[in-house]
C-alpha cells in the first residue's frame, strides 16, 4: 500500500513540475517577443520622435551614436574650470559689454554689467561628433549644457531711471557648438578656428529676472527688453551663419575663406496692411512697419496717421548671408507718445524666395514670433510684401566686402554724433539709396553732421582675447544734426529722402 501510493505521489509531482516548467518557458518566451516589439518600435523612431519623448534634457549621444561621450573631458574641465571660469569672466566683460551697448533697446540709454562672475559649477559636454565635410577642415559639435550659479548684476539705466540693478538667477544654457578646424602644414597645423552655434536644436537660454534693491515695474516692459536683447545678441552674433574667426599659432593666414560674406540681395516693397489692431482709446493707430534680416541693421517705412489699413508702397534693398537659414523679419509698430506700441510681427523665410522672381507675399501678424509667449489669440491684421532675391556674383560680392567698412564706420558716427541713440534703431528710407549700377552702394552728400551713405555693413565686437565676430548685412543712413530723413514714395513705388 505504501509503495503503491508512493508511486502515485510521485507521478503526480512529476506531472507538476513538467506543467509548472513548460508554464514558465511560455512566460519567459512571451515576455521575450514583447520586449523585441518594444526594441522594435523603439529602433523605428527618428529624431524628433525621440525629443518630443524625452525633452530637452536628452543626450544627443544616447539617441544618436555619432556623438561621443565625453567623460574624461568633463572630469578635466570640472579641476580647470576655477582658472577657466575666472579668464572667460574677462573676455565676457570685454566682449558683451560692447555688444549690450549696441544692441541696447530704445528706452535704456546704458545697459552694463555691475557684477559678473561665472561662478563655482562647471558646464557640462553632453557628446562630441567629429565629421569632415571639405577637405582641408575637421568639424566638431559639441553638445553643451550649463545650469551653473554664476553672479551676473546689470546696471540699467533709463530716462526715467538713474540706475537699476537687475539681476540674472537660475542660468540654464542648452546649445550645440560647432568648432571648424582649419588645417594647415604647419606647426601647430591649425591655421584658425570658426566658433558658430547650430540652428538646430535652437539655442535654449533660460533664467530669471530679479531687480536688486528696486523693482522691475520701474521701467516698464525691462524683462521683456532684456529677454529681446539676450536674443537678439545670440541670433545676430553667434548663431549660423553668423561664426567667430579665431586666427591661431601665429601662421600668416587668409581668413577671408572663412569670414560671412554677403551672398545675395533683397529687394523689399511693403505695399500695405489690412485690419490691424486699433491701440488708441481716441481715433485709430499711425502704423508703420520695421524691416530687418539682421536687427542691427533694420529700416522703417514712413508713418501713416489714423489708419488700420495703410498703404505704404515702399522699396528697401536689404542683403542675405544665408538664404538657407535666414529670414525676413516684418514688425508694425503703433507710433505714440513715449514708446511705441507694436501691433504685430511676421517672419518670411529666405528659402521660399526663387532667384530673380518677384512674388507677393500677404503675412498674418502675430503677437510673437516665439509660439511659447503668444497668449492673445486675436487676429491682428494681415501685411502685404513683394519680395525679390538677387544672387551676387563674385564681382559684387568683393565690391560689398569693400564697401561694408566704409559703411560701419558712417553708422558709428551717425551714433556718436547723436543722429541715432541706438545701433538697434531703424533709419527712415535707409536703404532707399541702395540698388545702383550692379545692385550694390549708392551714396550721397550729407548735411549737418556731413555724411550720407548706404550699403552694406559689417559688425565687429573687438573680442580682443577670443578672435573677432564677423557680420554681414545691408543699410543705409542719412542723417543731420538737426532735422529727419522722411521716405516719399516716387513714380515707381521706391522710396527717395526727402529732407524735412
Known amino acids: 500500500m505504501g509503495f503503491t501510493s508512493g508511486i502515485v505521489m510521485g507521478a503526480i509531482f512529476g506531472v507538476a513540475v513538467m506543467f509548472g516548467w513548460s508554464y514558465m518557458m511560455s512566460y519567459r518566451r512571451t515576455k521575450r517577443v514583447a520586449k523585441a516589439m518594444v526594441i522594435k518600435q523603439l529602433a523605428s523612431l527618428n529624431r524628433d520622435d525621440l525629443r518630443k519623448i524625452c525633452g530637452d534634457s536628452f543626450p544627443d549621444w544616447i539617441s544618436f551614436p555619432v556623438y561621443e561621450q565625453a567623460k574624461w573631458m568633463n572630469k578635466q574641465l570640472s579641476k580647470l574650470w576655477p582658472f577657466v571660469a575666472d579668464a572667460a569672466t574677462m573676455v565676457i566683460k570685454e566682449s558683451v559689454e560692447p555688444l549690450l551697448e549696441e544692441y541696447r533697446p530704445p528706452g535704456i540709454t546704458s545697459l552694463k554689467f555691475s557684477k559678473l562672475s561665472l561662478g563655482t559649477v562647471a558646464p557640462k559636454i553632453e557628446g562630441i561628433r567629429v565629421q569632415s565635410h571639405k577637405k582641408g577642415q575637421v568639424i566638431m559639435d559639441i553638445d553643451f549644457r550649463w545650469g551653473g550659479n554664476p553672479s551676473i548684476v546689470l546696471g ?45 536644436p535652437k539655442p535654449k537660454i533660460d533664467y530669471t529676472l530679479k531687480a536688486v534693491g528696486g523693482s522691475l ?45 554677403p551672398q545675395g540681395e533683397l529687394l523689399v516693397t511693403v505695399v500695405r496692411a489690412n485690419d490691424l489692431k486699433n491701440m488708441e482709446m481716441i481715433g485709430k493707430s499711425d502704423p508703420y512697419v520695421v524691416l530687418y534680416v539682421r536687427p542691427l541693421f533694420k529700416v522703417k517705412t514712413r508713418v501713416i496717421e489714423n489708419n488700420l489699413n495703410p498703404v505704404w508702397n515702399q522699396t528697401f534693398n536689404l542683403i542675405a548671408e544665408d538664404k538657407e537659414t535666414q529670414s525676413i523679419i516684418i514688425e508694425v509698430f503703433d507710433r505714440d507718445i513715449g514708446q511705441d506700441k507694436k501691433l504685430g510681427t511676421a517672419k518670411l523665410p529666405l528659402i521660399e524666395l526663387e532667384a530673380e522672381t518677384e512674388k507677393e507675399y500677404e503675412l498674418r501678424l502675430l503677437p510673437s514670433l516665439d509660439m511659447m509667449k503668444i497668449k492673445d489669440k486675436k487676429d491682428r491684421g494681415t501685411v502685404m ?37 541706438s545701433t538697434m534703431d531703424a533709419l527712415d528710407g535707409a536703404a532707399s539709396l541702395v540698388g545702383s549700377g550692379v545692385g550694390m552702394v549708392g551714396t550721397g552728400i550729407g548735411a549737418g553732421v556731413g555724411f550720407v551713405g548706404s550699403g552694406l555693413g559689417a559688425v565687429g565686437s573687438g573680442l580682443s582675447k577670443a578672435g573677432k565676430f564677423m557680420g554681414r548685412t545691408i543699410t543705409g543712413q542719412s542723417g543731420r544734426k538737426s532735422g529727419t530723413a522722411t521716405p516719399v514714395t516716387s513714380e515707381n513705388g521706391s522710396s527717395k529722402p526727402h529732407q524735412q
Request: glycine share 4%; aromatic share 4%; net charge negative.
Open 385 to 421: 510684401l513683394k519680395v525679390r532675391y538677387h544672387h551676387f556674383n563674385n564681382e559684387e560680392q568683393l565690391a560689398a566686402l569693400e564697401e561694408e567698412k566704409r559703411i560701419l564706420e558712417e553708422r558709428k558716427k551717425l551714433k556718436e554724433a547723436g543722429v541715432i541713440g
Open 217 to 261: 515695474t520701474a521701467i516698464p516692459g525691462i524683462s521683456d527688453m532684456i529677454d529681446d536683447t539676450v536674443n537678439t545678441i545670440v541670433t545676430d552674433m553667434l548663431q549660423w551663419p553668423h561664426r567667430i574667426v579665431v586666427p591661431l599659432g601665429g601662421i600668416p593666414v587668409d581668413t577671408s575663406e572663412l569670414e560671412l560674406k
Open 156 to 200: 540699467v539705466k533709463a530716462a526715467v531711471v538713474a540706475n537699476l540693478p537687475i539681476q540674472l538667477k537660475d542660468l540654464q544654457v542648452f546649445t550645440v557648438i560647432r568648432v571648424v578646424f582649419q588645417l594647415a602644414e604647419e606647426i601647430p597645423c591649425i591655421s584658425a578656428v570658426v566658433v558658430s552655434l547650430l540652428t538646430e
